[in-house]
Nanobody, 122 residues
Framework: QVQLVESGGGLVQAGDSLRLSCTTS????????MAWFRQAPGKEREFVSR????????YYSDSVKGRFTISRDNAKNTVYLQMNSLKPEDTAVYYC???????????????WGQGTQVTVSS
C-alpha cells in the first residue's frame, strides 16, 4: 500500500514561514504528479499547488501564488511546500497527494497522506 507521510506543520504567527515535507513509498515517484491540498474546518478540500514529474511544471492557486513554492526531490521521494508570508486564512490541514495526470481536482489523485495541521495566528 502506498504511503505518503507529511511533516512540518505547526503553529506560527502571521508573516512567518513553514516548510512542509511529504515522503512517499510510491513506486514510480519520479513519474508522478504531486500536489498539496488543504482543508479548513467546515470547508471543502482545496487545491493549493502541484508539480509534475520533472519539477519543471508547477501550478498554484491564486490564494497562495507568490507566497508558496512547491518543489520535489526525486532521489528522496519527497515533495516540499515552502510557505512564506503566512496568513490566518492559510490555517488548515494540509494534505499531500499523488497522481498520474496534470490536474487540480482531488478526485484525480489516488493516494493521500494523513495530513498535517498548519495554524496561523493573527
Amino acid at each position: 500500500q502506498v504511503q505518503l507521510v507529511e511533516s512540518g506543520g505547526g503553529l506560527v504567527q502571521a508573516g512567518d514561514s513553514l516548510r512542509l515535507s511529504c515522503t512517499t513509498s510510491l513506486r514510480g515517484f519520479s513519474a508522478s504528479v504531486m500536489a498539496w491540498f488543504r482543508q479548513a474546518p467546515g470547508k471543502e478540500r482545496e487545491f493549493v499547488s502541484r508539480i509534475t514529474w520533472s519539477g519543471s511544471n508547477t501550478y498554484y492557486s491564486d490564494s497562495v501564488k507568490g507566497r508558496f513554492t512547491i518543489s520535489r526531490d526525486n532521489a528522496k521521494n519527497t515533495v516540499y511546500l515552502q510557505m512564506n508570508s503566512l496568513k490566518p486564512e492559510d490555517t488548515a490541514v494540509y494534505y499531500c497527494a499523488a497522481g498520474w495526470t496534470i490536474a487540480t481536482s482531488p478526485a484525480d489523485f489516488g493516494s493521500w497522506g494523513q495530513g498535517t495541521q498548519v495554524t496561523v495566528s493573527s
